[in-house]
């Protein structure tokens, strides 16, 4: 392969390039790519069968059009047993994120890092600050969610990402402990669990918190279906959420969103569920035997996954965009190095399962490239700098901008001695401080506690927020301003609810259920001409003016602002799934709790 192949990878800012740029930078004809160990496809979904259908019907499927998104996510709820209120599909789950960013996120967003670059991305394209959480590679990129809701709540972040296995690392979180971190973000804006890869994980047999999410006034669930059906090129995903949130980002979408092929394999699925189900199965075993190949290659460290992928740091003095252009241009084998992912370097790679023949081929290619006779490591790690070697934007973004403007300062002070710290050798459990995950995160070291430098020990409790009157780290909670339980309404200080409310024939129309003891614990004689001594309320009210102030937890079978009952979500009060006329019903397909489980 010409030398233009891998210098693709170089100017792509956080993604691999597409297969189709590797095809036509090769000169390689349809079929005749590389083993692909990047791209995290299910290999054994479609079967050959199901290929073989659609190339007969190619012709109508891409000359007519497609039926609208209605009716074809009517199709696909019928099939995962989902009321069509609390679903909206999207061409791709990246389509989704878009306009989850668009119309939920309001000003901030937190997420753990390294994980899928569009959830750090999106929002920054879009000026909304990004508090990144980074997970230590000291013990094993686990997220710790309490830890996690300390960090949102020090830098008032209001909208909440968590992927479910994550991506690279492919790290899990049990149901119940995400369940609970739901209802500890409550006050939240939006919580996001991202389970775009939970269809291979075999950790539980009910993994998923769909059927939580539509109970729940804030809290978004997404899922991909090119992933797990091993059709990357037909773009198509969902979300599930309560109906206002679901149809709220529906009504948005075009009406033709979905392509025709899109419609023509969700209607295929029924018909295909054990084969669909069988293919999951075969991925996790898989999953499981690559694993041990993998770690036993001397020096290189693989950790625990619930992806359809393994996550693996490269052996001491092995750079990874050395690896991966010797293992395609030498081996035909592509890999993903991750050192455009923010929170991970190019020490690190994801490599997707895949079944035995293709991992016999990247084991014996790795062991060339990385301890072939006379060639020694890949090449030797960079003396100096900040253990990141891609070359890429995103990388420079994350060293300047990391959480906004948080971190800047304690990053720029500590870097230098952490990316001094030597890795030890040879050993297979994580090495402290090896390669930073991120410049924050090798300030704390080999400590897994990302939050001291989050948390206000510095002479600014907050130094990122903006109104820097008040050393309040959260603004928005009620906790500080101890006179408002609810500091973000706009209407507490009720002789002056216009800085957000247009029409104000009425100090405060009850847009919120209980203004009064708000009120009553301000001075409610004082005018407040110039009282806008609440300066630390009143610059942040106008933006959160339109949403209403959140609730606690859900009591059992009690339904939350727009959303459902327990009951409704069963399948009662005319909210059931719907089922396309005169269609039988699946016979062994997985609902959406359970997606794919065996047996």
Not at 14 to 43: K, Q, W, Y
Not at 98 to 127: C, K, N, Y
């Amino acid at each position: 392969m010409s030398g233009n192949v891998t210098s693709l990878f170089r100017s792509t800012a956080a993604h691999s390039p597409s297969m189709a740029a590797l095809a036509r930078e090769s000169g390689e004809t349809a079929g005749a790519g590389p083993v692909d160990f990047c791209i995290p496809c299910n290999p054994y979904f479609p079967t050959p069968a199901m290929f073989d259908e659609m190339a007969g019907r190619l012709r109508d499927i891409i000359t007519y059009y497609p039926s609208s998104a209605d009716t074809i996510t009517a199709e696909l709820c019928g099939l995962l047993q989902l009321p069509p209120q609390c679903v909206a599909m999207g061409n791709g789950s990246t389509e989704l994120i878009t306009w989850i960013d668009h119309l939920l996120v309001r000003e901030s967003l937190a997420v753990p890092v390294p994980t899928f670059g569009r959830w750090t991305d999106q929002p920054m394209e879009t000026g909304k600050r990004v508090d990144m959480f980074p997970l230590q590679e000291s013990s094993g990129f686990t997220l710790d969610l309490a830890r996690y809701a300390e960090f949102i709540r020090a830098r008032g972040t209001r909208a909440v990402v968590i992927c479910n296995p994550n991506n690279p690392d492919g790290g899990y979180q049990n149901k119940q402990a995400l369940v609970q971190f739901m209802d500890a973000m409550a006050d939240r804006d939006l919580v996001v669990i991202d389970e775009s890869f939970l269809e291979f994980a075999d950790a539980e047999a009910e993994p998923s918190v769909v059927q939580e999410a539509m109970l729940r006034p804030n809290v978004v669930v997404l899922r991909s279906l090119g992933k797990n059906f091993g059709l990357h090129g037909i773009r198509f995903g969902y979300l599930v959420a309560n109906p206002a949130l679901a149809g709220r980002v529906r009504s948005m979408l075009p009406k033709w969103n979905l392509n025709s092929f899109a419609e023509h394999v969700v209607f295929m699925l029924r018909d295909h569920g054990a084969e669909y189900a069988q293919s999951l199965h075969q991925v996790r075993r898989d999953r499981l035997e690559m694993s041990g190949q993998l770690a036993a290659l001397p020096g290189l460290t693989v950790y625990p996954s619930q992806g359809n992928f393994l996550f693996v740091r490269l052996p001491v003095g092995a750079e990874g965009t050395v690896v991966r252009d010797r293992m395609l241009t030498e081996h035909r084998v592509l890999v993903r190095e991750c050192g455009n992912k923010i929170g991970s370097s190019s020490r690190f790679l994801r490599l997707v399962v895949r079944p035995q023949p293709d991992v016999r081929r990247l084991v014996s290619g790795m062991e060339q490239v990385l301890y072939g006779a006379g060639r020694g490591a890949a090449v030797p790690e960079p003396a100096a700098g900040n253990g990141y070697s891609s070359g890429t934007a995103a990388v420079d973004r994350l060293m300047s901008e990391t959480n906004g403007k948080g971190m800047r300062a304690v990053t720029a002070q500590n870097a230098p001695a952490a990316i001094g710290a030597a890795p030890a050798v040879g050993t297979g459990t994580p090495l402290p401080a090896a390669v930073p995950v991120t410049a924050a995160a090798a300030t704390v070291g080999p400590v897994p506690v990302p939050l001291p430098v989050a948390a206000p020990p510095l002479p600014q409790p907050a130094p990122y927020e903006n109104p820097a009157p008040v050393p309040q780290p959260a603004p928005y909670e009620s906790p500080v301003p101890v006179p408002q339980p609810a500091p973000y309404q706009g209407p507490v200080p009720v002789p002056q609810p216009a800085p957000y409310q247009g029409p104000v024939p009425v100090p405060q129309p009850a847009p919120y259920p209980q203004p009064v003891p708000a009120a009553a614990a301000v001075p409610a004689p004082a005018p407040a001409p110039v009282p806008v001594a609440a300066v630390p309320v009143a610059p942040m009210a106008s933006p959160t003016a339109a949403y209403p102030p959140p609730t606690g937890p859900t009591p059992p079978g009690v339904p939350a602002r727009g959303g459902l009952t327990a009951a409704q979500v069963r399948g009662t009060n005319g909210l059931e799934s719907v089922q396309a006329a005169g269609r039988p019903g699946p016979q062994s397909w997985p609902n959406a709790a359970g997606m794919g489980q065996v047996g």
